[in-house]
């Protein structure tokens, strides 16, 4: 636990904390199931995610329409499963004003029969002799994402409150439109694909309870 104080105290700057942010999940949320035991023994990465966001944010840290740090673990989570050989880059950040970092990374991902299931499930639809075009258009376009790599660029904003030293509000958006359309070869089909997909105006993906 001292340890844990010395790697993340809540005097570090939002520089540094947007730094260690970016390092920790650099390759997404990890999980138990993928790391050694040698990892597990001396502390795994997962652990010290965790450690940090508890350690650096609020606990009613604001993210897009949602709060706390339970559901920044829960976005982890769903974009590190969802999809495969995520790797997440700090580009260029900067402190506009004291405690507030504007920031552009980009997030490279797979897109796996996962994403297809749980982000884009309207192109999956099954249909034979009888199917309709938009049927049929669709799961066209989800065999042509299937295993292609995506470079989402991506804005965040860090706001670090001055008397706690911790994090108030993590906002990201990332833009899916322009990487899937130079994909598909189409902005009309890229649309067509992001008008029914699992992903929120905050970009969080999956299902949400209503």
Request: net charge neutral; with cysteine; hydrophobic share 40%.
């Given at each position: 636990?001292q340890?844990?104080?010395i790697?993340?105290g809540?005097?570090?700057?939002?520089?540094?904390?947007?730094?260690?942010?970016?390092?920790?999940f650099r390759h997404?949320?990890?999980?138990?199931?993928?790391?050694?035991r040698?990892?597990?023994?001396?502390g795994?990465?997962?652990q010290?995610?965790?450690?940090?966001?508890?350690?650096s944010?609020s606990p009613?840290?604001?993210?897009?329409?949602?709060?706390?740090?339970d559901?920044i673990?829960?976005?982890?989570q769903?974009y590190?499963?969802y999809f495969?050989?995520?790797h997440?880059?700090l580009?260029?950040?900067?402190?506009?004003v004291?405690?507030?970092a504007?920031?552009?990374a980009?997030?490279?991902?797979?897109i796996?029969?996962?994403?297809l299931?749980?982000?884009f499930?309207?192109l999956?639809?099954e249909y034979?002799d009888?199917?309709?075009?938009?049927?049929?258009?669709?799961?066209?376009?989800?065999?042509?994402?299937l295993?292609?790599?995506?470079?989402l660029?991506?804005?965040?904003?860090?706001?670090?409150?001055?008397?706690?030293?911790?994090?108030?509000?993590l906002e990201?958006?990332v833009?899916f439109?322009?990487?899937?359309?130079r994909?598909?070869g189409?902005?009309?089909?890229a649309?067509?694909?992001?008008?029914?997909a699992?992903i929120?105006r905050?970009?969080?993906?999956?299902?949400?309870?209503?």
């Open positions: 636990m340890r844990d104080r790697l993340f809540a005097k570090q700057s939002v520089y540094n904390l947007v730094v260690e942010y970016f390092h920790l997404g949320l990890r999980t138990l199931r993928q790391v050694n040698t990892q597990i023994a001396q795994t990465e997962a010290q995610q965790l450690v940090f966001l508890r350690y944010l009613n840290v604001s993210i897009g329409d949602r709060y706390g740090v559901a673990v829960e976005q982890w769903r590190s499963s495969r050989d995520l997440f880059q580009e260029h950040m900067d402190e506009i004291k405690n507030l504007v920031v552009a980009s997030l490279s991902v797979t796996t029969e996962a994403s299931q749980n982000v499930p309207h999956l639809g034979g009888t199917g309709n075009a938009s049927e049929i258009t669709a799961t066209s376009l989800g065999r042509k994402l295993g292609r790599r995506l470079l660029p991506c804005s965040l904003y860090f706001e670090r409150d001055e008397v706690s030293s911790h994090v108030v509000r990201m958006t833009d439109l322009t990487p899937i359309s994909v598909l189409s902005i009309t089909d649309a067509f694909v992001l008008s029914q699992l929120t905050d970009c969080a993906i999956g299902k949400f309870d209503m």
